[in-house]
């Protein structure tokens, strides 16, 4: 199997960045292993606040000791990569990562699998697609009972927990079960079984399980019938009493035109239903979520519908202190940003003067207090206007307004449609929808995030990859740490997520249609 994970290797790197053949990989993966460990110890938030420094700084060390052990298995890129996500993982901190230093392969990657893949259905692994032509594998519906007398809960969680997610995270189950018989070039796990055993029907049968060169076309048609997979990332259209709006991507990719049809249909959609399809949108930043909302709903009743409670602790160090400097650097140095926004650049300023006095007073941590939003300053790059409540460029305030207790403009149900591919930017995006009236949240679990947030990108002494971890705490935040948004019920998904009809025809069905 390593000779198949080789080849994968080399398939892989044909469209991403270049590794030298050179490189040490054990010798890569002890240097940053060591980094890793030194760099969360001294400028991770979880050791000083949160409730669970104790258990976090044991896992350090425990993480760090079993990563170790496994240093001698490491030959190659893949190796090195598997054993530093590990470590990553193992730290129960949904904002810490790793990433290598090529490009990311797609989610269907692999190198050889066993003609067959299995998705997450109904509590169980379920076979959801077969190769074509070859004899003698378990059929479509077959449900996995065990491999090579392993019990299938335990045999998933020896491939894939703690190596392609966390499986006690429902959205982690659907994302990584195509894997589970797919040879992704892990080497800390075993090869692929021998004899799976399956119930067909209403009876359990033996399946001797063969293994093969899987293509990127067949891998890609396979996890497309297992895991929801957008075709169009950004799209309105409208079906009976109501609207359907696609945001399926947060990366602003394509955002202009999106938005303008958005505004040039704002009455019509104000006055249905509206779907907000937030499946699959794992990539990009909040700003597109907060932009659509701000025109739905217009921004001054959104914010006054956003109660945000708690407060925001900064753990104090040098490295967290020059990553905010970093920022204030990038903000002045953006003429246009610093023209449109002085506000926020004054506040970055205050915000790196107080590191600066909490490191020379030799604090660990100080605190600010969540200040209720504004319209959203990261929604700039796309609405291309002045956040209100900014000073103008002149440096005057604009001038007072009296307040009136904003309306709310929409006038039908809003149905926000989620599944495990919505994670990292979409739950903040979610979590700022759900303060809205008469928005319901449907689908099927999110994934998670951590309290500790505002992501540092560390680059790791090797030069191989990177470090990726939240530097500051959110107290008092309504949704806790690592709990994913889930549908209560009525409004949870039981069918196959990957026939978008039926999903459709029970989306509308929940508008009483």
Known sequence: MKTLALAGLSLALMSGTAIAQTVDWQAAARQDLQ????????????LV????????NAQLQTGLTEAQG??????????YSYLMRGYARSLGDTNIWFEPNWQRAPLWDGVAWTNFTVGWRNGGYEVTWVKPGVRDLPPIGARLVSCDGVAAEQFARRRLDGWEGELDLEADRVMTAPYLFWDRGNPFIGGLPGECEFTVGRRNRDFRITSGFATEAERRTAWAATVYTPQTPL???????????HVHDLTQAGSEGFLAQIDAQLDA??????????????DGSPALGYSLANRLWGVDYRVAQQNISGEIVYRVSQDNRDFYADVLGRMQGDAAFAYNYPGSVRAMQELVTRFDEALAAGQRTFTQPIVPPIPAVEAA???GT??????????EAPPPVAPAAPTNPMRGNVVVLVDAGCRNACLDVVDMLVTLPNVRVAGTPTGADSIHFEIDRQPLPSGQGFLNYGIKTWLGRARPSNTPHTPVQGLAYAGNPVDDAAVRTWVQSLFGG
């Not at 890793?36 to 979880?46: D, F, S, Y």
């Not at 799209?235 to 709006?245: K, T, V």
């Not at 959609?269 to 399809?277: A, F, L, M, P, T």
């Open 35 to 46: 980094a890793i460990q030194t760099e969360l110890r001294e400028n991770h938030p979880a």
């Open 49 to 56: 606040v949160g409730g669970q420094e104790g258990a976090f």
């Open 70 to 79: 496994r240093i001698g298995d490491v030959r190659d890129a893949l190796d």
């Open 235 to 245: 799209a309105l259209e409208s079906f009976p009493g109501g609207h359907w709006i």
């Open 269 to 282: 959609i104000r006055g249905g239903n509206v779907v907000i399809d937030l499946r699959g949108a794992m």
């Open 381 to 383: 790059s796309v609405e």
């Open 386 to 395: 002045t956040a209100e409540g900014e000073e103008t460029a002149t440096g």
